[in-house]
C-alpha cells in the first residue's frame, strides 16, 4: 500500500479552493499527535495530517505547468502537470456540472493524469453530470448520467466517488474495473442541525417519493419527534411546477419544516412546494441541499417564496455577496471535511459506510 506522502491531489480551475480546502485539513499546522490505528471515529481526516506529517511526507496540490489553465484563445485547455505524479497515487477534482466545457476539462485532467504514469487515479466529480437523467421515464429520451458515468470510466480511474447521487442507482454506471462509491452530504449538514436548530418541532417533509429515503435518515439521526410527512406532485416541465397539483400528507401544523433535497437547480419546485407546506399550517419551512447550483434567478425566487433558510455545502461555490439578500438566509457550509475524511479512508483502507452510517460533529 502506498505511503500517505505519495498522494497527489489535482483539481480544475473551478475546484481549486476546494481542494486547497482539503489539503490544509490534510496536511495543516493543526496537525498533531500520533496516528491512533485503534479507533475509528468521526476525526481520521485528523490521524491522516498526523501519520504523514510523521513520515516527513505531505499530501500534495498538483501544479500546472506555468500556472497556466487555459492555454488556447478559445477556451480550449491543454493541461500540462507541474508535479511529477509517476507511481503515485491522485485524486482528481473536478465538477462535473454546469456548461459541456467544464465537463470537458474535467475528462481532460483525467486523461492528463492516467497519461503521466499513476499507480492509482480516483475521480470526484463534485457534481455529476446528468445525473437527474438517471433513468429511461419516458420514449425516445436518453440516460444522460449513463452516459457522463460511462465518458469518466474511459479515462480508466480505480474508482469514482460521487457525492449525493440522484439516485444510488447511478453507482450501477460505472464499468468494471471501475467502481463506484458514493459519499453525502449529511455527514455535514447533520451536525450544523443539531447544534443551531431545535429539532424537537421539526417534521422532515419529502417533496416526492425519491426524498424518503433521504427525509427519513435526517429524521433518524437528527431525534426528531414528530412524523414525516409527504408530498405528491406531477412535473409539467422540466422545473415547473403547478400549485394546485400538490397534495399533503401528513401533519405540519405549527411545525419547523424542512425539505431534504439532493440539489436546488431553478429553486422553482422547491418554493411552490414550501409556498403548499406554509398554507398547510407550518410555522416555517426550510431547505436543505448538498449541491446549491442557484441557477438563472434563483436566489431572487427564494427570497419572495416562503423560504425561511436554505442550508447547503459549497459542492458549487457561490461568491458571499450573491447569498445574502433579504426574504432568506441562504447558509454554505464547507465541504471540505466531508471529502477530507474521504480520502483519508481511501488511503488508510478504512470503510466508507463507518463514514456514513455514524453522524458525528467534524471540527
Same mark, same amino acid.
Given at each position: 500500500?502506498?505511503?500517505?506522502?505519495?498522494?497527489?491531489?489535482?483539481?480544475?480551475?473551478?475546484?481549486?479552493?476546494?481542494?486547497?480546502?482539503?489539503?490544509?485539513?490534510?496536511?495543516?499546522?493543526?496537525?498533531?499527535?500520533?496516528?491512533?490505528?485503534?479507533?475509528?471515529?468521526?476525526?481520521?481526516?485528523?490521524?491522516?495530517?498526523?501519520?504523514?506529517?510523521?513520515?516527513?511526507?505531505?499530501?500534495?496540490?498538483?501544479?500546472?505547468?506555468?500556472?497556466?489553465?487555459?492555454?488556447?484563445?478559445?477556451?480550449?485547455?491543454?493541461?500540462?502537470?507541474?508535479?511529477?505524479?509517476?507511481?503515485?497515487?491522485?485524486?482528481?477534482?473536478?465538477?462535473?456540472?454546469?456548461?459541456?466545457?467544464?465537463?470537458?476539462?474535467?475528462?481532460?485532467?483525467?486523461? !492528463? #493524469?492516467? $497519461? @503521466?504514469?499513476?499507480?492509482?487515479?480516483?475521480?470526484? %466529480?463534485?457534481? *455529476?453530470?446528468?445525473?437527474?437523467? +438517471?433513468?429511461?421515464?419516458?420514449?425516445?429520451?436518453?440516460?444522460?448520467?449513463?452516459?457522463?458515468?460511462?465518458?469518466?470510466?474511459?479515462?480508466?480511474?480505480?474508482?469514482?466517488?460521487?457525492?449525493?447521487?440522484?439516485?444510488?442507482?447511478?453507482?450501477?454506471?460505472?464499468?468494471?474495473? !471501475? #467502481?463506484? $462509491? @458514493?459519499?453525502?452530504?449529511?455527514?455535514?449538514?447533520? %451536525?450544523?442541525? *443539531?447544534?443551531?436548530?431545535?429539532? +424537537?418541532?421539526?417534521?422532515?417533509?419529502?417533496?416526492?417519493?425519491?426524498?424518503?429515503?433521504?427525509?427519513?435518515?435526517?429524521?433518524?439521526?437528527?431525534?426528531?419527534?414528530?412524523?414525516?410527512?409527504?408530498?405528491?406532485?406531477?412535473?409539467?416541465?422540466?422545473?415547473?411546477?403547478?400549485?394546485?397539483?400538490?397534495?399533503?400528507?401528513?401533519?405540519?401544523?405549527?411545525?419547523?419544516?424542512?425539505?431534504?433535497?439532493?440539489?436546488?437547480?431553478?429553486?422553482?419546485?422547491?418554493?411552490?412546494?414550501?409556498?403548499?407546506?406554509?398554507?398547510?399550517?407550518?410555522?416555517?419551512?426550510?431547505?436543505?441541499?448538498?449541491?446549491?447550483?442557484?441557477?438563472?434567478?434563483?436566489?431572487?425566487?427564494?427570497?419572495?417564496?416562503?423560504?425561511?433558510?436554505?442550508?447547503?455545502?459549497?459542492?458549487?461555490?457561490?461568491?458571499?455577496?450573491?447569498?445574502?439578500?433579504?426574504?432568506?438566509?441562504?447558509?454554505?457550509?464547507?465541504?471540505?471535511?466531508?471529502?477530507?475524511?474521504?480520502?483519508?479512508?481511501?488511503?488508510?483502507?478504512?470503510?466508507?459506510?463507518?463514514?456514513?452510517?455514524?453522524?458525528?460533529?467534524?471540527?
Amino acid at each position: 500500500m502506498l505511503s500517505p506522502r505519495e498522494t497527489v491531489i489535482y483539481a480544475t480551475i473551478d475546484c481549486l479552493p476546494l481542494a486547497q480546502d482539503i489539503c490544509a485539513l490534510l496536511c495543516g499546522e493543526f496537525c498533531g499527535g500520533g496516528i491512533n490505528k485503534e479507533t475509528d471515529d468521526a476525526h481520521d481526516y485528523r490521524q491522516f495530517k498526523a501519520c504523514q506529517c510523521e513520515a516527513h511526507g505531505r499530501v500534495m496540490l498538483g501544479g500546472f505547468r506555468d500556472n497556466t489553465m487555459n492555454l488556447c484563445a478559445d477556451g480550449e485547455w491543454r493541461p500540462r502537470l507541474d508535479t511529477d505524479v509517476r507511481n503515485k497515487r491522485v485524486y482528481v477534482l473536478g465538477p462535473g456540472h454546469g456548461e459541456g466545457q467544464r465537463h470537458w476539462r474535467f475528462l481532460t485532467l483525467l486523461d !492528463t #493524469v492516467r $497519461e @503521466a504514469g499513476v499507480f492509482e487515479m480516483v475521480a470526484l %466529480p463534485t457534481v *455529476l453530470q446528468g445525473q437527474r437523467d +438517471e433513468r429511461k421515464s419516458t420514449y425516445r429520451v436518453g440516460i444522460g448520467a449513463k452516459l457522463a458515468v460511462e465518458s469518466i470510466c474511459l479515462r480508466h480511474p480505480s474508482r469514482i466517488i460521487f457525492t449525493e447521487p440522484h439516485a444510488d442507482a447511478i453507482l450501477g454506471f460505472a464499468n468494471s474495473p !471501475t #467502481v463506484g $462509491e @458514493a459519499i453525502y452530504g449529511s455527514k455535514i449538514l447533520i %451536525p450544523y442541525f *443539531l447544534k443551531n436548530f431545535d429539532v +424537537e418541532n421539526i417534521v422532515w417533509f419529502a417533496p416526492d417519493k425519491g426524498a424518503v429515503d433521504r427525509c427519513r435518515k435526517y429524521r433518524q439521526f437528527t431525534g426528531s419527534k414528530r412524523p414525516m410527512a409527504f408530498g405528491y406532485k406531477e412535473h409539467i416541465g422540466q422545473n415547473e411546477l403547478s400549485e394546485e397539483e400538490i397534495a399533503i400528507v401528513g401533519d405540519v401544523a405549527g411545525a419547523d419544516v424542512w425539505l431534504p433535497e439532493d440539489m436546488v437547480d431553478t429553486g422553482n419546485t422547491l418554493c411552490k412546494v414550501g409556498d403548499a407546506v406554509m398554507r398547510a399550517g407550518a410555522r416555517s419551512v426550510n431547505a436543505t441541499a448538498t449541491h446549491s447550483l442557484l441557477s438563472g434567478n434563483a436566489i431572487e425566487r427564494l427570497a419572495e417564496s416562503g423560504i425561511k433558510n436554505l442550508v447547503c455545502l459549497d459542492t458549487v461555490r457561490h461568491p458571499p455577496e450573491k447569498l445574502h439578500v433579504e426574504g432568506v438566509n441562504i447558509v454554505q457550509l464547507s465541504s471540505a471535511p466531508l471529502y477530507a475524511e474521504t480520502l483519508a479512508r481511501c488511503v488508510n483502507g478504512k470503510s466508507f459506510s463507518k463514514m456514513i452510517n455514524r453522524i458525528g460533529v467534524m471540527a
